[in-house]
């Protein structure tokens, strides 16, 4: 067997951390990510199965939820995104359709999007310059899609800062936005 | 601009990609007898008012939902925004695929 050795979305083989005045934005590897879509006319018996299944409700429209294993945020009208450590659930996707059955439809997503944590004090001057959402108005659990130097991206508000989860192969361009108005403000 | 989205609150129109008139969602029956017609009619006749219109709107950088956005075309002011599927289903072809 060759030995392999994974890269984060950045390349490299350990996550970047870069520290800009009070901000600190830090890539975050090994997650992994499904999607989930409620099949017609399902869309109370998924939520059933979901709570069953992993002790958390599927969330309201902007809304996210989160406990020790998975995270949850709404994508859109039943639909949602669900979020578990890659290194403890690889086969995300595989064990939500075993939860799920035919109430959902779900996708693999692992591969296609990458992770930075922003925090500091200053996460809501950083947002408010890189997008067009009211960062200043989300609430902790507050969770949207917006664009980013016309980078399609999710915004997560958690009690510590700013979850942005955007499209991996824009990994370095969606670095660059962050660090570069980062910088700007610092 | 801003796009009062029903689910999400104002959003700036940026997150938006616009498609056209809304009667785009009343597509004709393709069985029908007047079908061709019906269909030249859907694709090319379209009104172009000074005033209240209504269109569809996509929230591409958001949800990805359609809404029907009923805009003032001489003031740009919005009146209304709906999802499309809840304008879809409420309308009475689709009676029989409605939930």
Redesign the interface.
Known sequence: MPDLKPLTALGAAAPRVDIIGALTIAETPNVALASLAAR??QGDAVVEVVKAGLALDLPA??RSVANTSHRIW????E?WMVEADFTVCELLAEALKSIVGATGSVTEQTDGWCRFDVTGDTVVALFERLC??DVAMMAVGDA????MHHI?CFLIRTDEGVIVIGPRASAGSLHHALVEIAGAIA | MLINHPLLGPRDASEFTYLGDANLLNRPDWQGENAVEAFHDYLYLRDNPAGLHRELWFHEQGDRSWLVVTRNTLTHEILGVEMARDVARNNKRFEGDAQ
């Open positions: 017609k006319g429209a902007g709404w994508t859109g009208p639909q067009a959402v949207t899609r917006t664009s399609g």
